[in-house]
């Protein structure tokens, strides 16, 4: 461990970090805002650290991930009560024009498939595949073995790779909300 950082050296790093603690998060749960809660309170974590951290990056990409999956499994049990499809909320409108783009920025299609993925599947998939993180260290930040995360990850590569509805949907079901839908959008 070195040396606890002044204030404004703490702050600088996590500023460093957080367009790509930000991309983890809106990753992870599909909402924007929801990345920007888990972010803030990974700043909390961050601001309360008492001994110095070796590599900034790693622990706040572990915090990140572990809140997010806390956020997923209360999510996930509160959409059991929802009724159709969730859907990933677009992300335009919501970066800074000013901001380069992204190129590992993931597609509508990718976040749908995602959603067909376990919360600890989606993690490993995730800073794995999409961010290079090495499986050793997606074991730590998932707090598994490394044994127990390459089948994680290959399971969710699978996943992703299978095109298979999530829901069977009755016609009558499913003319229902084509009707809904086409209905919302003249209004």
């Not at 990974?42 to 956020?71: F, K, S």
């Not at 996930?76 to 000013?98: H, I, K, N």
Request: glycine share 4%.
């Amino acid at each position: 461990m070195r040396p606890v950082p002044r204030p404004d050296e703490r702050l600088a790093s996590f500023e460093a970090q957080r367009p790509s603690l930000l991309r983890l998060g809106y990753r992870m749960l599909g909402s924007f805002s929801e990345a920007e809660d888990v972010v803030q309170e990974a700043w909390l974590h961050w601001a309360r650290v008492v001994e110095g951290i070796n590599t900034p990056a790693a622990y706040l990409t572990r915090i990140v991930t572990r809140l997010c999956l806390d956020q997923m499994k209360s999510a996930r049990a509160r959409r059991e009560t929802c009724v159709g499809a969730w859907l990933p909320e677009p992300l335009m409108g919501t970066v800074d024009p000013r901001d380069e783009p992204v190129a590992d920025d993931l597609t509508l299609t990718l976040m749908l498939a995602l959603e067909r993925l376990s919360p600890l599947e989606r993690a490993a998939f995730l800073l794995h595949d999409v961010f290079d993180v090495t499986l050793a260290d997606v074991a730590i930040t998932l707090d598994r073995d490394v044994g127990a995360v390459r089948p994680l990850a290959s399971r969710a590569r699978r996943h992703i790779q299978v095109e298979r509805p999530r829901f069977d949907v009755e016609q009558i079901n499913a003319d229902c909300i084509s009707h809904a839908f086409f209905a919302a959008v003249r209004r």
